[in-house]
């Protein structure tokens, strides 16, 4: 009884230091749970392992879930578990884990996002589909479940059923600059060219940082205001860090109005960050009075 009172008074100075991001009491706290329960305590082992989780100590994580599964096999937070750490690579561990902890506990709403994810990336999209849905049903404000949900149908020109979704998403948050960068796509392939414009500079007004923000709306211009689509480009190589591919199509757009210098110092720049791109750039029809040009002979010359 002693005993139990202080595991309790314990436990609930471990999930205040939890709750503070005090991880290294919590830590501390919990491991004393642990001791006095000799091992025994589900919520102080599951604690545990999320604690190291976060530390990024996969071996440690394992054998705490594997422990909390020998108490009760029937916990599904530690399939849960298991599955987010197999969820990097190993697809198809996960996929178990996940159904599993589902089939425990069929309400288990980031089990089914993580295995419609898990579905997503390793190609199996049609069972993606499905299991957003199914956690749809359950939760039907589930943002990044419509959004998700969203971008599958769009991969897969199902773009009336992608529209659906990433509306549902702005009405859950409008000012997400993920979902308004979306219905930029979606308007965009519906020829609806205005409204693209706006979903997209709403987008950049929201996140200055994300660089396909730019390149979508800079495209639009590419043929009837290049400069326009210039400024863009260089406004989203102001602001973002991975800007190879603005460059690469900042000289593109350079190209068309005849500043091939521009342009070669542009595809220079986007070489340096980006050496792959030599392939495309010797193959660009866009780019072949660029490849004439001395600066660029020279260097190619200096790079291979």
């Known amino acids: 009884m002693k005993n139990d009172m202080k595991i309790n008074r314990y436990l609930k100075k471990a999930e205040e230091a939890f709750e503070e991001d005090n991880l290294i009491k919590a830590l501390n706290l919990y491991r004393r749970v642990y001791e006095l329960s000799k091992g025994k305590d589900i919520d102080a082992i599951i604690n545990l392992a999320l604690i190291y989780d976060f530390w990024g100590k996969s071996k440690k994580v394992k054998e705490y879930y594997k422990e909390a599964l020998i108490i009760n096999d029937c916990e599904e937070r530690a399939y849960y578990g298991l599955a987010s750490i197999y969820d990097e690579g190993n697809y198809e561990k996960a996929i178990k884990l996940y159904k599993k902890a589902i089939y425990i506990n069929p ?68 000012n997400n600059y ?40 800079a495209v639009i211009y590419k043929y009837k205001d290049t400069k326009k689509g210039i400024k863009i480009l260089s406004c989203g190589i102001d602001n973002c860090s991975e800007v190879h591919f603005l460059y690469y199509n900042r000289s593109c757009f350079y190209a068309l109005i005849n500043e091939e210098n521009k342009a070669c110092e542009d595809i220079i720049e986007a070489l340096k960050l980006h050496p792959q791109f030599l392939k495309y750039i010797l193959e660009d029809e866009e780019l072949e009075r660029v490849r004439q040009l001395n600066s660029f002979k020279k260097f190619i010359g200096n790079t291979t």
């Open 178 to 217: 993920l979902a308004l960068f979306n219905m930029g796509v979606i308007c965009r392939k519906f020829n609806m060219s205005e409204k693209a414009v706006r979903f997209y500079e709403r987008s950049i007004e929201k996140n200055k940082n994300y660089e396909y923000s730019y390149l979508n709306l």
């Open 107 to 174: 309400c288990y709403y980031k089990a089914y996002f993580f295995l419609a994810n898990s579905y997503d990336v390793s190609g199996k999209k049609d069972l993606a589909i499905k299991t957003y849905k199914k956690l749809l049903s359950l939760n039907p404000t589930d943002f990044w479940a419509n959004l998700n949900l969203g971008s599958i149908y769009e991969e897969k020109d199902q773009n009336e059923l992608a529209y659906r979704r990433f509306s549902k998403a702005l009405k859950i948050d409008p």
